[in-house]
């Protein structure tokens, strides 16, 4: 009997040594390296989500390559949403900082985008809520890059950054 409950004492304090790390490395990991969330809704289609609601994609965040706020035109992103700051949205980066891009919808005919924002844009036009109805957005809200679908399995890929020809900016800062 002393025996059987020795065992389980240092089972149980092992468990507990372990536990009291891991957690603190998990939490660490999923808060600052990467994550995975699910995408809703059909602003981003045919890109994510393609099957409507039947499925919805499941994608990996990866939190480091936005940590200087290093985005790149094409990239699809997670952000704060401006308008609820409990959401957080999926979208892809048309225009960066110093650009001059044309809207759709947006209150103006040409924007330029200014220093520290980006302009975001689903790519299902008409079912997006993105920059054209609330403009530029501030890198601040930036939460992580979207880089693989992860699930449903059939649909396993990396995300590329590829801007529609239709959606590049009249004006770049890289001219």
């Given at each position: 009997?002393?025996?059987?409950?020795?065992?389980?004492?240092?089972?149980?304090?092992?468990?507990?040594?372990g536990?009291?790390?891991?957690?603190?490395v998990?939490?660490?990991?999923?808060?600052?390296v990467?994550c995975?969330a699910?995408?809703?809704?059909?602003?981003?289609?045919?890109?994510?989500?393609p099957?409507g609601?039947?499925?919805?994609?499941?994608?990996?965040?990866?939190?480091w390559k936005v940590?200087?706020?290093?985005?790149?035109?094409g990239?699809?992103?997670?952000?704060?949403?401006?308008?609820?700051?409990?959401?957080?949205?999926?979208?892809?980066?048309?225009a960066?900082?110093?650009?001059?891009?044309?809207?759709?919808?947006?209150?103006?005919?040409?924007?330029?985008?200014?220093?520290?924002?980006?302009?975001?844009?689903?790519?299902?036009?008409?079912?997006?809520?993105?920059?054209?109805?609330?403009?530029?957005?501030?890198?601040?809200?930036?939460?992580?890059?979207?880089?693989?679908?992860?699930?449903?399995?059939?649909?396993w890929q990396?995300?590329?950054?590829?801007?529609?020809?239709e959606?590049f900016?009249?004006?770049?800062?890289?001219?």
């Amino acid at each position: 009997m002393a025996q059987s409950q020795g065992w389980l004492r240092r089972y149980f304090k092992a468990f507990c040594k372990g536990f009291f790390v891991a957690v603190p490395v998990a939490v660490t990991f999923l808060d600052r390296v990467a994550c995975v969330a699910r995408v809703e809704g059909a602003s981003m289609q045919p890109s994510l989500n393609p099957g409507g609601r039947q499925s919805s994609d499941v994608v990996l965040l990866n939190h480091w390559k936005v940590r200087n706020f290093q985005v790149q035109r094409g990239d699809i992103v997670s952000l704060v949403s401006p308008k609820n700051p409990e959401q957080k949205i999926i979208k892809r980066v048309i225009a960066l900082e110093g650009d001059i891009i044309r809207t759709i919808g947006h209150k103006n005919r040409l924007v330029k985008v200014p220093r520290g924002h980006m302009w975001v844009e689903g790519d299902h036009h008409g079912h997006s809520f993105d920059s054209n109805s609330f403009g530029p957005v501030s890198l601040g809200l930036l939460h992580a890059h979207a880089t693989h679908i992860l699930w449903p399995p059939e649909r396993w890929q990396r995300l590329e950054s590829v801007l529609p020809p239709e959606r590049f900016p009249i004006h770049s800062n890289d001219e």
